[in-house]
């Protein structure tokens, strides 16, 4: 390997380290902790585990944060009705639905119930259309942290050509937007099942952003030498070396792409960090932002 390893467990650790300053700056000057209250309908193994890291990052930050766990067959009346409690509790600085939920036909319908003001997702229509036209949003986590790590590794992104593989409403399009806001000003290629070459674009690309979902999406002909790559994607492969059962790989071949790239994020231990400390971000965002309201 000779690219660079763009550590996000250590970006994070700094990200973090940062917002429980602003959490007790907060706290000093308003009396008040941020709260984030976490909806989690059913017990899926994977969601159940990504809670509990949210909810130890907000201890550890000094963010109060309560879960309300629901019963896998909860109906889409009852998440809504938790969802409204939600918005009228004035502890609650931010409210996150654990996606996806066991009927995924709610998710819609559920999202747009949360207050645009607590949505430190940033999945509601009125967070992703501010943040089309360019205006004070919250940001989805994981876009956000992969902008966050390009920065805090000092990546030039103002008319570097990136080429973002996936248009996930959670994840490549917002972060094709993020990339080609004034201010960041990079050329952005999205890329999908349906385009044609993608080689022929990942190889033009000074930055490639892999959330495709499926293993080997990029492999080390697809990169040109000295580009930087980050990926995304948390799979699990079968392997009966490990207690589990099984390993967890990006969507990027690691060892023959970093032997070509200027720099990478490994997986696990590169993306998945920073969207944790994103979230705790927006709380501390939400929180400021409904303090100042309130005076
Ligand atoms: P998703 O909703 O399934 O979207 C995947 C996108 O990738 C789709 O737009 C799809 O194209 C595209 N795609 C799939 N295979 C492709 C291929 N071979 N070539 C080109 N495009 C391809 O997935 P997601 O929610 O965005 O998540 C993507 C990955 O990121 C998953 O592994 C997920 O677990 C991971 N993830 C990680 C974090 C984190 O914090 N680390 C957070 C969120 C997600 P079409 O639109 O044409 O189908």
């Known amino acids: 390997m000779s690219a660079r390893l763009l550590d996000g467990k250590s970006l994070a650790a700094a990200l973090r380290a940062e917002v429980a300053a602003d ?10 902790v ?5 909806v989690l309908v059913g017990a899926d193994p994977a969601s159940r585990s990504y809670v509990t890291g949210k909810e130890k990052a907000c201890a550890a930050a000094g963010i109060y ?6 019963p896998a067959a909860t109906g889409r009346a009852e998440i809504l009705a938790a969802v409204r409690a939600l918005n009228a509790d004035d502890a ?5 639905v654990q996606l996806p939920l066991p009927d995924p036909s709610s998710e819609r319908d559920v ?10 997702d940033g999945f509601h229509p009125t967070n992703v259309g501010r943040l089309v036209l360019g205006l004070p949003a919250f940001v989805p986590c994981t876009p956000n942290g992969v902008l966050e790590i390009l920065r805090r590794a000092g ?20 972060l094709s937007i993020l990339l080609s806001q004034k201010g960041v000003d990079a050329t952005v290629t999205l890329c999908h099942t349906r385009t044609r ?21 990029l492999t080390a002909g697809m990169v040109k030498p000295g580009a930087v790559v980050i990926d995304v994607g948390v799979n699990r492969v079968p392997d009966p070396g490990k207690a589990s059962g099984y390993r967890l790989v990006g969507d990027v071949d690691f060892e023959p792409v970093a032997a070509t790239a200027a720099a990478i994020t ?30």
């Open 23 to 32: 959490v007790a700056a907060l706290r000093a000057a308003t009396g008040r």
């Open 34 to 38: 941020p709260g984030l209250a976490v």
């Open 65 to 70: 944060s309560r879960e309300i766990p629901l």
């Open 92 to 96: 609650v600085d931010g409210i996150l």
């Open 111 to 120: 999202i747009e119930a949360i207050d645009p003001a607590k949505d430190v």
């Open 155 to 174: 990546v030039p992104l103002a008319g570097a050509e990136v080429v973002v593989v996936g248009r996930s409403q959670i994840v490549g399009r917002p």
């Open 197 to 217: 070459e993608l080689a022929r674009h990942t190889r033009a690309a000074d930055v490639v952003v892999v959330a495709a979902g499926r293993p080997h999406t």
């Open 266 to 295: 490994p997986v696990p231990g590169g993306v998945g960090p920073m969207t944790v400390a994103m979230l705790l971000r927006n709380v501390v965002e939400a929180a400021r932002r409904r303090g100042a309201a309130r005076q």
